[in-house]
């Protein structure tokens, strides 16, 4: 009985997998025409970013070189960044929309997750570098010649607003395009930062303005970081996504009718836009496989938008199954014969 129970099982099992592929598949070519789509607008978008961040940072660079300005060579190291990171982002948007193999199943969506984890990095470094050089400036200052640094800053802000519009027009669920779109926000502001040092040096002829913004924009280079190495590090570490609850998860799947039980319940993501489900679950007797598959997809599409999921199911314990209890002498006891001849 055993036996033939499991066999049942595992004939659901193949049943299911069959079902599911197709449902799978059906989907998961949906969605590949709309990340295509997604994957090229947010290259292009990071071309165009590309394009403008690195032609002002070398402008930058320039002038605050010949100035002496801490805050604008600080703005170009950001851009410097940035650049670096746009370019990485872009190298990683190419290598995410090849198609998956039989040694990579996933594709390489992954590459995108690594690339903004890189940018993360980066900018931690930055900020360190920055926030050095400025405790530097401050017992030692350096002449700064303000007008300069002024009409720069002010023209690498309408830069850095320029560049933030065209990655927000594509930004939608890319991981790539929101490090990015971070980067050159946090570079913007920067900027201000920049004028206001510049000002204070004109109105004020204070030279210590110059570190001190240089450790405001120092500060939000490494708030920056923290957030993006947050959020790539959860995808690497295969933590659940933010928008999704584990224990709601495991709810949802019990409460469906015909569901006896829940185990090995997994959630994590393949990339930032790329939720994946894997669970176990005991079907009641009567119940088919597939059937019980199905409906269990459909609750998990429709309460928490889960799509691509996978589910195992199981048979019911058999019944014959023998509850063992002990008397008060310590006898074994079986339930199914009686104490009475």
């Known amino acids: 009985m055993s036996s033939h129970g499991h066999a049942h099982g595992l004939g659901q099992h193949e049943d299911d997998a069959h079902g599911h592929r197709h449902g799978q598949a059906h989907g998961h070519s949906h969605g590949h025409g709309h990340a295509h789509g997604s994957s090229a607008s947010a290259a292009s978008a990071l071309t165009v ?18 100035s002496g300005s801490l805050a604008l060579l600080a703005d170009s190291g950001h851009m410097l960044a940035d650049a670096a990171a746009l370019g990485l982002a872009l190298a990683a948007q190419r290598f995410a929309a090849r198609p998956r193999t039989t040694q990579s199943t996933y594709g390489l969506r992954r590459a995108e997750v690594l690339a903004a984890f890189v940018n993360g990095m980066t900018l931690t470094a930055v900020a360190a570098l920055i926030a050095k050089e400025a405790v530097e400036r401050w017992f030692a200052p350096a002449s700064i010649d303000a007008i300069p640094v002024l009409w720069t800053a002010g023209a690498g802000l309408l830069v850095n607003l320029l560049v933030a519009v065209v990655l927000t027009r594509s930004q939608g669920k890319n991981a790539n395009v929101r490090a990015a779109l971070a980067h050159v926000l946090s570079d913007a502001l920067g900027s201000v930062a920049a004028m206001v040092s510049a000002g204070c040096i004109l109105l004020l002829d204070e030279p210590r303005a110059d570190p001190i913004v240089s450790v405001l924009i120092a500060a939000l280079i490494a708030r920056t970081s923290y957030r993006v190495l947050k959020d790539t590090t959860s995808i690497l ?3 659940v996504p933010r928008h999704l609850d584990a224990g709601a998860i495991q709810r949802t799947i019990a409460e469906t009718p015909g569901v006896l039980g829940v185990h090995d319940l997994h959630v994590w993501q393949i990339s930032d836009d790329f939720d994946a489900l894997s669970v176990h679950i005991v079907i009641q007797r ?56």
């Open 286 to 341: 009567g119940q088919h496989g597939t059937d019980m598959c199905r409906v269990v997809a459909a609750r998990l599409a429709g309460v928490h938008g889960l799509t691509h999921v996978t589910i195992q199911p199981e048979p019911a314990p058999p019944d014959d199954l023998v509850q063992v209890r002990r008397s008060e002498g310590g006898a074994v006891l079986d339930p199914r014969k009686s104490a009475l001849p």
């Open 237 to 239: 570490l295969e933590g």
């Open 49 to 66: 970013a590309l394009v403008l961040t690195g032609g002002f940072m070398a402008v930058e660079a320039t002038v605050g070189f010949w």
